[in-house]
């Protein structure tokens, strides 16, 4: 690194002629060729489609034929469709199932796992694995578990003559099977930023506690919480976006059944302009998830900019 | 190390794919539901050791690419129905030459233009409609054209256990089954089944399962003479005849007459294992079940199997909800050499269909129903009848695929009581007509 | 890691009981795997008579013989490879590029782009879809490698990363190698982009991964089965278990597709844990 940070120099042109009297901060032109091979395919790979997609939400528009202007037309009928309506409470539903699961169980498992033991290397390695799987897998590993007959949940529950519950098709567990294999899919990055956070706070600070005499309770809630309150709220909001926007599990789990109880608004939009050919209306309901995100993305904002003030 | 391993294994098996036979014949690309059954008939080309209707439509086309040098069918298996991935397919203009539809669902695709007309190709290679059953001919065409050459009418059938029949009491002197006549018949029986054998009466594949629950609706409306589709785009179904079925299979249901939490493959495998009296299933898996029952110590082999048509439960018209599977082609610019190759690939199906009807699917050409060879077949006595029963619904009818998602929805939330029926039935006719409404 | 030393009496008792609740909860993190690696060892028709028989003789490799000589899982396999290496390359070049540009010279609108750029994270990669799935048909992108990597190529996260990266750099270095009359790419080339490693190990791994585990776009743009990424060809044969060669053959897959990215994860797990935390800490 170092022999490298010098060879500009030794490397130099043999201009000279002119002095370095140029303000290298002026703003110039020629400084836009840095960004603009990035904001070409940022304009006409996201900002053309977006604006494309709003336009095509006021139309009446199917995959084989563009077609008529019909104003706000798609979003009401959006908004009159039980179905989507549905979509948009599972999916909150599902975020508030998950995204308390996955902080307190990473928090629990940061805590514990925060040592310099093998065991603890071990076991941080562990739970962090899955999160390098894909969807796909992570859906079939946990239908062989729910699945009836070969499951390994059945086939436990049969040890002891039992039926094992029926997470992928019982209309009150359905999603809390996907919520299961989600969070055994995700635990990994959460306990990982506590983790970080964790080994941020200065190693003193507990010195004084012990001296103190205070137990393990006392130093946990008044040191090791108020110290990763930032990284929790980060992880919490992370969290949020990631998990909004479910599809793979519940598509490959549940098709979104039974009778659309597991139906994410992704999964909504797929159905409709993919599979019913209703272009417009997919695209409608586009528009109101990227709004949801937008404001989740806007309270991320606001949160760690106060924070950040704070500090 | 090992990594170097996985990807030497990965790029060596790429080249392979590139490297596989491709001499100068015409390719043709075909895109088939049906499943995939590599491992077991990846290479057979003799049809008649194949069972099941994987099994048998992946040893024909080994058998038609063997039996034509200058001809290469390259297969695609997509997941039941396919449909998805055939509409993104034609929108981003990589259509298979030929595919899988169901005569119910040509109309969406014919009436986009984006499938070919059959009419002068079928007469080129001497294949003539009037040679189809009046069921697949009039599901293959639309607007007065083939779009579709048919390979089977199929319909829902009770695929019956008869050991457990016997022990429900259930049979007649001549070892016939004993079925219902009427609804409450179909409960007093069940009940009787449940109470002899300790065993649901029904088994059904009712875990996030749409098709199933349609068809045994759209039948049970046939049978009361209920026109729920006289407008093609408008649907009756929030009507007292409807209600009648919804609760009849929602009585079913909570009287535990039958399984609740299998899905598809769950449903085959627990009748299998003889977890209850009847299978509501298609004619595809007549072949295996027929094959399973032959084999010693299997369920079925104990004390039979035995398959019919739905019972007639109402007093209506002696109906049953069918459709039919076609091969299909894509409009697309073509050579005379690709035409004639997909003509041959054509002309194959209709001369092979009686090995296709093996799987138990009724042929769909009136000389195979009518040969002595169709009629040895297995069971066949007790489901030909289905050839008269079989109906449609009206072919102008689009969105079949899409229907049926919400018809299926709306129906297993009012089985599972989820929802109450009549508001189910409301909301199922509501979303039907919107749909329709919007296309 | 660092573990407070602090050293209070019960510590021993209260230790066992978190340990065997840990324990408990790696157990369900393993129990699946293992569940499906016992059923890939299994003959079809002795699971669907018993389930129970994972635990019991005979085993047999046959699932996997026929893995490997009828499953396309080695082609979805390389398809996903080139998808997230063409993604990752191209990321990095355009990220590190733009960052630079962004954290370090001037020109007109810079502020403006800058914050535009940032509205793209807020941009969900589902509320484009039917319009990019709409374009990319005329286009005829469809089923191809770059129909596949560009998309990626508009995620604003890289570039947001970069810049902040580049940002923390002390201006001394490039000052010093620009009043050189060092142009500017050299000294975003020789000086600062050595500089950067770390955070473009952060970022790679990142958009690998990302790349890897995507499901939605290729659903929708791969129809075509030499063009499945791993992920659209495993679900392929997932959902419907009777039109599959069977349990213990899909596991047998799942085997396959899975083993690739463990090994890759268990090799470079020291990069991707500091990669992980350092996104943490900024």
Redesign the interface.
């Known amino acids: 690194?170092d022999d490298?940070?010098a060879?500009?120099?030794t490397?130099?042109?043999a201009?000279?002629a002119?002095t370095?009297s140029v303000d290298?901060?002026?703003?110039?032109?020629?400084?836009?060729?840095?960004?603009a091979?990035?904001?070409f395919?940022?304009t006409?790979?996201?900002?053309?489609?977006?604006f494309?997609?709003m336009w095509?939400s006021f139309h009446?528009a199917?995959?084989?034929?563009s077609g008529n202007f019909v104003g706000f037309g798609n979003y009401i009928?959006l908004f009159h469709?039980?179905?989507f309506l549905q979509s948009v409470w599972n999916t909150f539903y599902f975020v508030l199932l998950t995204v308390p699961t996955l902080a307190l169980?990473g928090l629990?498992?940061a805590l514990?796992?925060?040592?310099?033991t093998r065991t603890?290397?071990v076991?941080?390695?562990?739970?962090?694995?899955?999160?390098?799987?894909?969807?796909?897998?992570v859906?079939?590993?946990?239908?062989?578990?729910f699945?009836?007959?070969?499951?390994?949940l059945?086939?436990i529950y049969?040890w002891f003559g039992a039926t094992a519950p029926?997470f992928?098709?019982?209309?009150s567990l359905?999603m809390i099977g996907i919520a299961i294999a989600t969070v055994?899919w995700c635990i990994g990055?959460p306990m990982?930023?506590f983790?970080?956070?964790l080994?941020?706070i200065p190693?003193d600070i507990?010195?004084a506690?012990?001296l103190d005499n205070?137990?393990?309770w006392q130093?946990l809630r008044s040191i090791t919480l108020p110290s990763i309150k930032r990284?929790f709220v980060?992880v919490v909001i992370v969290q949020i976006v990631l998990q909004?926007?479910l599809?793979?599990q519940a598509w490959?789990m549940?098709?979104g059944?039974?009778?659309?109880?597991t139906k994410p608004?992704?999964l909504y939009?797929?159905d409709t302009?993919?599979?019913?050919?209703?272009?417009g209306?997919?695209?409608a309901a586009?528009?109101v998830?990227?709004v949801l995100?937008?404001m989740a993305?806007?309270a991320q904002y606001l949160v760690t900019r106060n924070k950040a003030g704070q500090a | 190390m090992k990594m170097k391993k996985v990807l030497f294994a990965a790029v060596s098996a790429g080249v392979l794919m590139l490297a596989s036979p491709s001499l100068a014949a015409t390719e043709l690309t075909v895109q088939r539901f049906f499943g995939a059954c590599d491992a077991d008939f990846g290479t057979n080309t003799d049809v008649a050791k194949a069972v099941g209707e994987c099994g048998i439509i992946t040893s024909l086309i080994n058998k038609f690419n063997a039996d034509n040098p200058d001809v290469h069918v390259s297969v695609s298996t997509v997941e039941w129905p396919g449909?998805?991935q055939l509409?993104?397919q034609?929108?981003s203009g990589e259509a298979p030459d030929i595919v899988t539809i169901h005569e119910s669902a040509l109309s969406d695709y014919q009436s986009?233009g984006?499938l070919m007309p059959l009419d002068d190709l079928l007469k080129s290679v001497g294949v003539t409609p009037d040679s189809f059953t009046d069921a697949a001919r009039n599901g293959a065409t639309k607007d007065g054209k083939i779009y579709g050459l048919p390979i089977d009418s199929w319909t829902m059938l009770y695929h019956i256990n008869m050991d457990l029949f016997k022990q429900a009491g259930l049979v007649n002197a001549d070892g016939t089954p004993i079925l219902p006549t009427s609804p409450e018949e179909l409960l007093a029986q069940a009940e009787q089944f449940k109470q002899k054998t300790g065993k649901p009466y029904f088994v059904q594949n009712?875990?996030?399962?749409?098709a199933l629950y349609t068809r045994n609706l759209y039948t049970y409306l046939f049978q009361q003479n209920s026109d729920f589709f006289a407008d093609p785009k408008h649907v009756k179904l929030n009507t007292p005849e409807a209600k009648k079925v919804v609760e009849m299979y929602k009585a079913i249901f909570d009287k535990d007459y039958t399984t609740?939490?299998?899905?598809y493959g769950?449903a085959i495998?627990?009748f299998l294992a003889g977890g209850g009296g009847v299978q509501l299933n298609g004619t595809w898996v007549v072949g295996d079940n027929n094959a399973q029952s032959e084999t010693k110590g299997t369920a079925l082999n104990k004390g039979g199997y035995a398959v019919y048509p739905y019972p007639q439960l109402f007093a209506g018209a002696h109906a049953q909800y069918a459709d039919g599977h076609t091969w299909a082609v894509s409009q697309k610019d073509r050579t005379p050499e690709q035409t004639a190759a997909i003509g041959k690939f054509l002309k194959f199906f209709a001369d092979h269909d009686f090995d296709w009807s093996r799987t138990g699917h009724l042929p769909a050409y009136k000389a195979i129903i009518a040969s002595d060879a169709f009629k040895a077949l297995p069971h066949r006595n007790t489901i030909a009848a289905v050839a008269d029963l079989g109906r449609p619904l009206p072919s102008a009818v689009q969105?079949q695929f899409?229907i049926q998602d919400i018809v299926g929805?709306?129906m297993?939330?009012a089985i599972?009581g989820?929802?109450d029926v009549d508001a189910a039935l409301a909301?199922m006719e509501s979303?039907v007509n919107?749909?329709l409404a919007?296309? | 890691?660092?573990?407070?030393?602090?050293?209070?009496k019960g510590?021993a008792f209260?230790d066992r009981v978190?340990?065997a609740?840990?324990i408990l909860?790696?157990l369900?993190?393993?129990?699946?795997?293992l569940?499906?690696i016992g059923?890939s060892l299994k003959e079809n028709a002795e699971?669907?008579a018993n389930?129970?028989s994972?635990f019991q003789a005979p085993y047999t490799l046959k699932n996997y013989i026929n893995t490997i000589g009828t499953s396309s899982v080695f082609v979805w396999v390389r398809n996903s490879i080139i998808v997230s290496g063409g993604l990752t390359l191209g990321t990095l070049?355009?990220?590190s590029?733009?960052g630079?540009?962004?954290a370090r010279?001037?020109?007109?609108g810079?502020n403006v782009?800058f914050v535009?750029?940032l509205f793209?994270?807020?941009?969900?990669?589902?509320?484009?879809?039917?319009?990019?799935?709409?374009?990319f048909s005329m286009l005829n992108f469809h089923n191809t490698y770059h129909g596949l990597i560009?998309?990626g190529?508009?995620?604003?996260f890289g570039?947001f990363l970069m810049t902040q990266y580049f940002k923390a750099i002390p201006k001394e270095?490039d000052?010093?190698?620009?009043?050189?009359?060092?142009s500017?790419f050299?000294?975003?080339w020789?000086?600062l982009l050595?500089?950067t490693v770390p955070a473009q190990a952060t970022l790679g791994i990142f958009t690998f991964?990302g790349a890897?585990?995507d499901?939605?776009w290729p659903l929708?743009s791969a129809t075509k089965k030499d063009m499945y990424t791993?992920?659209?060809g495993?679900?392929s044969t997932?959902?419907n278990?009777a039109q599959s060669e069977g349990?213990g053959f899909?596991?047998a897959q799942?085997v396959f597709?899975?083993a690739p990215?463990?090994i890759?994860?268990?090799f470079f797990?020291k990069y991707?844990?500091t990669a992980?935390?350092g996104a943490?800490?900024r």
């Not at chain 1, 006409?44 to 977006?50: H, K, N, Q, R, S």
Request: glycine share 4%; aromatic share 10%.
């Open positions: 690194m490298r940070r060879t500009p120099r490397a130099l042109p201009a000279g002119r370095a290298i901060y002026a703003p110039q032109w020629r400084n836009f060729i840095f960004v091979p990035f904001l395919f940022f006409t790979l996201l900002l053309v489609p977006l494309w997609g095509l009446k199917d995959t084989f034929s009928r469709d039980k179905v169980i629990f498992l514990c796992l925060n040592r310099r603890a290397a076991l941080r390695t562990l739970f962090f694995s899955s999160s390098v799987l894909s969807v796909t897998i859906t079939l590993i946990w239908r062989i578990v699945i009836p007959n070969v499951g390994l059945s086939t049969g029926a992928i098709s019982d209309p359905a055994w990055l990982m930023l983790l970080s956070a080994q941020q190693q507990y010195e506690a012990a205070a137990n393990r130093t990284t980060l909004f926007q599809f793979g490959l549940t098709r059944g039974p009778n659309n109880l608004i992704v939009i797929y302009a993919f599979r019913r050919w209703d272009l209306m997919g695209a586009s528009e998830l990227f995100i937008l993305a806007m | 449909y998805d509409t993104a034609f929108a986009k984006l009712l875990a996030n399962e749409t609740k939490d299998l899905d769950g495998n627990a969105r899409a929805e709306e297993s939330a599972t989820q929802k909301d979303r919107e749909l919007n296309i | 890691m660092r573990a407070p030393t602090i050293s209070i510590r209260g978190l340990l609740l840990v909860l790696s369900v993190m393993v129990a699946p795997v569940w499906v059923l699971l669907m389930p129970n994972v070049i355009l990220s590029l733009a630079y540009g962004f010279l001037n020109f007109p810079r782009l535009i750029v793209g994270l807020a941009v969900p990669e589902q509320a484009v879809l039917v319009a990019r799935h709409q374009i560009l998309p190529l508009s995620a604003s570039v270095l000052e010093a190698a620009m009043l050189d009359n060092a500017r050299r000294t975003f020789k000086v050595p500089l991964l890897w585990n499901y939605l929708i791993l992920t659209v495993m679900a997932q959902t278990f349990i899909l596991m799942a597709a899975g990215i463990l890759v994860y268990l797990q991707i844990v992980v935390s943490a800490v």
